[in-house]
């Protein structure tokens, strides 16, 4: 090959032509343009750059304020919408009760002397209320005898995995309220609200009267006070044994107390329904007689003069080593008169 022949000169063109990168010539060629633009005093016009994706541009929000767009208030749902509906004992308890336990604990059963009795009247709701115990609604006496965990005559009633267990444990923990009465009005509750604690005397006969005696009738009657002036005879001139007939004898308050008639009708209301005759404990060493001589008897063996806490009859009412579990609560009222009786000797 020649380097005199055209082809040649040709073919070498073309190869550095083809050598040269191309933004290397688009560079040559920019930078020419603006070198004539800087002889000819011309300003070059300002690059329009497009701005960086990742990068805002001036004045834009930040993304995160960008992509956050105001929404909508949630939609307030109304109170309790979501809440299960607490049971009621009229509605749902009552019947509930009726047929699980009436047949033992109804007038005619045979727990109809015991502490709980249901007889179909509004006075059962406060009858019942002496078993439940909000704060700890699963330890209530009410469903321990039913599921049986504890001792009960009529052995076990409701299964814990029951839904009659389960009612009941809801109406329990949402605080035993009356519920409406079968006609649609509200059950009328003749002592406080449901869920407040109660004496546990409830039981106590209304023949236990306290050992404070009521002034006579006369003394405050306004005929028993004269005018000023009037010849009218005064209290004070009447015979003393009217006086002494208007009120009954009393009881004093320091004076200790006698097993007839309060604590022996304490006992009778409360021990009769296992400790009677016919009961389940008839046969033990203890049993309740309507006669309060008999039932002294049969109570004597079982205490310690001067020494309730040491007498088997105060331990077992209060629930120490009894089948039954605590006849009386610590700091009940019928427990209280059974210590201070034993321990007056």
């Known amino acids: 090959m020649r380097l005199a022949d055209p082809g040649t000169w040709t073919l070498l063109a073309c190869a550095l032509v083809l050598a040269v990168p191309a933004p290397a010539r688009a560079q040559s060629q920019e930078e020419k343009r603006r ?20 990068v805002p541009g001036p004045g834009a929000p930040p993304p995160a304020e960008a992509a956050r767009t105001p929404a909508a208030p949630p939609a307030r749902t109304p109170a309790g919408a979501n809440r299960p509906r607490v049971p009621g004992f009229e509605e749902d308890i009552r019947p509930l009760l009726e047929k699980e336990c009436k047949s033992c604990h109804g007038p005619e059963g045979m727990a109809a002397r015991s502490r709980w009795v249901l007889r179909g009247e509004p006075a059962d709701y406060e009858a019942t209320l002496r078993f439940v115990q909000p704060a700890t609604a699963a330890q209530s006496p009410l469903l321990k005898k039913g599921a049986g965990t504890t001792f009960h005559g009529g052995k076990k009633v409701l299964a814990v995995e029951s839904a009659g267990y389960g009612t009941l444990l809801r109406w329990i923990e949402g605080g035993a309220p009356p519920g409406k009465a079968r006609g649609g009005a509200p059950a009328a509750v003749a002592s406080a609200s449901p869920g407040v604690p109660r004496p546990t005397h409830d039981s106590a006969p209304a023949s236990a009267h306290p050992s404070g005696s009521p002034a006579p009738i006369t003394s405050t009657t306004p005929a028993a006070t004269p005018a000023p002036g009037a010849s009218t005879p005064t209290v004070s001139n009447l015979a003393p044994s009217a006086s002494a007939s208007a009120a009954p004898p009393s009881e004093d308050a320091s004076a200790a107390p006698r097993f007839a008639p309060r604590v022996h009708e304490a006992l009778l209301a409360d021990c009769s329904s296992c400790h009677a005759s016919d009961g389940m404990a008839g046969a033990g060493r203890y049993v309740t007689h309507a006669d309060p001589e008999q039932h002294l008897r049969s109570v004597a063996p079982l205490v310690v003069p001067g020494s309730a806490a040491t007498s088997i009859l105060f331990q077992r009412a209060r629930g120490d080593a009894h089948p039954g579990g605590a006849v009386w609560s610590p700091g009940s009222a019928q427990l209280a008169l059974l210590g201070q009786w034993i321990d007056a000797g």
Not at 46 to 53: F, K, L, R, V
């Open 35 to 54: 070198q004539l633009q800087e002889r000819l005093g011309i300003k070059p016009p300002p690059t329009q750059a497009a701005p960086d994706a990742g």
